[in-house]
């Protein structure tokens, strides 16, 4: 079970209050339906203020942890310790596979730009949560102090500000790098191509997890290339037996994989995982493409390490963006590619030759401000809240038995319904009452997981998504008492 965060001394008084009642929740010590102290007798108790006891109720109720009943006092509403079970690791299949992308996955995204369709589909940060005021500062500072306007290409390498400012960063990571380590790109996705690109040829095998962000199979396709999937646990990441394993039968070229708070599963590799996968790896000189586009956005007090922080001769590639974690529009990404950095800059100059100049001097700046860190703690508290107020909904509209992971970052919620429910015709059923889910089979390439269902919480919880959830709560509980024909 994953621990949760702990706190500092620097932290608010009514946050270790909270803080220390949330692990008695998770410790099964309070259970739904206990009541807990009144504020003055929690004033009393600790030692505190009624204004600190009041606080720290408030900060839980929140969350949905705890509900104030009128001239009752407080009660434990909801206790993260019901999903104490994980969802299941499916097994795996013993062949190749060919990459493909299927007429599922344009169906359920083609809908989420409608109006009026609630978007629980949707891992990316809402507008309410974006510094929307600051960005446009930062865009403007950016332009006027820019002899051009920001208006020419920029290096091949990328802006110098903005690579200056990812190399500091990586000092939370565990990583020292320098400026002359990055290379920007427009977005994660295209640092993970141009990475992809400098490792391998068509027809290449690269390891993937599973279940895997559907996106990386169009990837895969498009470079013509085959993927071993490897299976991934919702506590621990991937199963690095297994990819030891198939290393002896498999002639593996690349592997890709998300080692903090994957999608969809939110798994975040113990650093001990992480430095034994690249040594492994190392040991074999197989280059490891490490997706860290979820890294920010940890639920902790420290940012997870990455694999690349253990990398001492270049075979680890990093990539990620601000795309999760600030402005998905601005598009601004990086790779530090290590010893393939001129194979991942020969690709950038074939496919873009340079990124866009003036979100990535804009972001620099953001960077530079401070602004950054300080936008960064309040979405990870709102993330933080948000995830625990989904689960909570989760427990009380979806049928007795469901599993949900319990993820220490990002924005995802990995589903386990019964094993009756085609996750399709649920996401068919749902998608006419306006409400978009991502069904379990879009995350492999044999449709694996039918049962499971993906929720993103990156919407902040409210009525009309608790009426979300008690509608596909009614849905699951169709199908699975009544026999459908599929």
């Known amino acids: 079970m994953a621990a949760l965060p702990a706190f500092k001394d620097d932290d608010f008084l009514y946050e270790k209050i909270a803080h220390r009642f949330r692990t008695q929740l998770q410790q099964g010590l309070l259970k739904p339906g206990d009541k807990l102290p009144s504020v003055r007798a929690l004033s009393s108790e ?13 900060e839980l109720e929140n969350m949905g942890i705890i509900e104030a009943r009128p001239k009752s006092g407080y009660y434990v509403k909801f206790s993260p310790h019901k999903f104490s079970t994980p969802p299941a690791v499916k097994p795996m299949v013993k062949h190749v596979a060919v990459a493909s992308v299927t007429d599922m996955i344009a169906m359920v995204y083609q809908n989420i730009p409608e109006e009026g369709v609630m978007r629980l589909s949707r891992s990316a940060p809402p507008p309410n949560l974006i510094p929307l ?28 500000a903005l690579r200056k400012q990812i190399a500091k960063q990586a000092f939370n990571w565990g990583g020292s790098i320098s400026a002359d380590d990055v290379v920007t790109t427009q977005g994660c996705m295209e640092a993970l191509v141009f990475c992809l690109r400098a490792v391998t040829q068509p027809g290449d095998t690269v390891a993937i997890e599973s279940p895997t962000y559907f996106g990386i199979f169009n990837v895969m396709l498009s470079l013509g290339l085959k993927v071993l999937e490897i299976p991934v646990s919702p506590e621990d990441g991937l199963d690095i037996a297994y990819l030891e394993r198939a290393m002896e039968t498999v002639d593996l070229k690349a592997c890709l994989f998300v080692t903090n708070f994957s999608n969809p599963v939110g798994s975040c590799m113990p650093i001990e995982n ?9 040991q074999k000189q197989i280059p490891l493409i490490e997706d860290d586009i979820y890294g920010e956005i940890h639920f902790g007090k420290t940012r997870p390490h990455t694999c690349k922080s253990f990398d001492t001769e270049g075979w680890v590639m990093l990539c ?37 100049t003036p979100t990535q001097a804009a972001i620099a700046l953001f960077f530079e401000a401070g602004r950054y860190d300080l936008h960064m703690r309040n979405l990870r508290r ?70 499971f ?14 009426e979300s959830f008690r509608v596909l709560g009614v849905l699951i509980n169709d199908l699975t008492h009544k026999t459908i024909q599929f």
């Open 46 to 58: 600790q030692g505190i203020s009624l204004s600190t006891a009041y606080k720290a109720y408030v």
């Open 274 to 282: 992480k430095r034994r996968l690249v040594q492994l790896l190392t």
């Open 133 to 160: 005021a600051k960005l446009n500062r930062s865009m403007m500072e950016a332009i006027r102090k820019s002899s051009d306007g920001n208006s020419n290409y920029d290096s091949l390498q990328g802006n110098q």
């Open 382 to 451: 709102a993330l933080y809240t948000q995830c625990l107020r989904y689960m909570q909904g989760i427990a009380e509209h979806f049928p007795e038995g469901t599993k949900v992971s319990r993820p220490q970052g990002g924005y995802v919620l990995w589903v386990e319904l019964d094993k009756s429910i085609n996750a399709f015709e649920l996401y068919k059923l749902a998608i006419q009452q306006n409400i978009s889910i991502a069904p379990g089979q879009i995350f492999s390439t044999d449709a694996r997981f039918s049962n």
């Open 320 to 356: 990620s963006s601000v795309s999760k974690s600030l402005a998905p529009g601005y598009r601004v990404g990086w790779c530090i590619p290590g010893r393939f950095k001129e194979q991942v800059l020969n690709a950038k100059m074939v496919h873009t030759i340079s990124s866009a």
């Open 453 to 466: 269902i993906r929720i993103s919480f990156g919407l902040p919880y409210d009525s009309a998504i608790d």
